[in-house]
């Protein structure tokens, strides 16, 4: 995947918004590129179990998803987000109201991808809690991610930028951003 959109950036685009699927790398790559460039990282779904006093799994149970979707989009769109911040997105951010329009209109979004099997091996063996995939042996996990994929992507793909998350390191971000600090 590729660069479709390249430009130097300044600091007037603060906010850098990672979208992708869940397990893709959001939180690894947005704590480690914010730390490189000297940016504050935010992790939406924190942000969000912060502000509504539990975890997203727990809010999903109690509410639903339709609730939850609405909590986010509120938070995202309203969080008084440091000036320079790298922000990970759940993934399915992008995907419910204007959620991706308004990323790109207030700052850069970066779709990072993976191979579905790939996913599929690193949510299995996250310790993280999944609303969306408890329960799921490998096969059945691999069918969700594929028929939330063709859901999704199309949201994914309107990001201003894509990075292959295979064998991603730090120059491939610096030659993307081409951040001038």
């Not at 007037?12 to 947005?30: D, E, P, Q, R, S």
């Not at 939406?44 to 609730?67: M, R, V």
């Not at 069918?143 to 295979?166: C, D, P, V, W």
Request: hydrophobic letters at 35%; glycine letters at 8%.
């Amino acid at each position: 995947m590729t660069n479709h959109n390249p430009q130097t950036y300044t600091s007037a685009h603060a906010h850098i918004f990672l979208i992708g699927f869940m397990g893709c790398g959001k939180t690894y790559w947005g704590s480690r590129l914010a730390q490189h460039i000297g940016y504050v990282f935010v992790d939406l779904d924190h942000l969000i179990e912060q502000t509504i006093g539990q975890t997203i799994s727990e809010y999903f149970k109690e509410n639903g998803e339709t609730a939850f979707r609405l909590v986010e989009k509120q938070i995202l769109q309203q969080a008084n987000f440091p000036t320079k911040a790298v922000i990970s997105c759940g993934g399915g951010t992008p995907c419910f109201f204007d959620n991706m329009a308004w990323m790109n209109k207030n700052g850069i979004t970066i779709y990072l991808h993976l191979p579905i099997s790939v996913l599929a091996d690193r949510i299995l063996q996250s310790e993280t809690e999944r609303p969306l995939t408890q329960g799921k042996n490998k096969e059945e996990l691999i069918t969700f991610i594929e028929n939330k994929m063709k859901e999704r992507e199309s949201f994914y793909l309107q990001a201003q930028h894509q990075l292959e998350g295979l064998n991603l390191n730090l120059n491939q971000w610096n030659k993307l951003l081409k951040f001038n600090l």
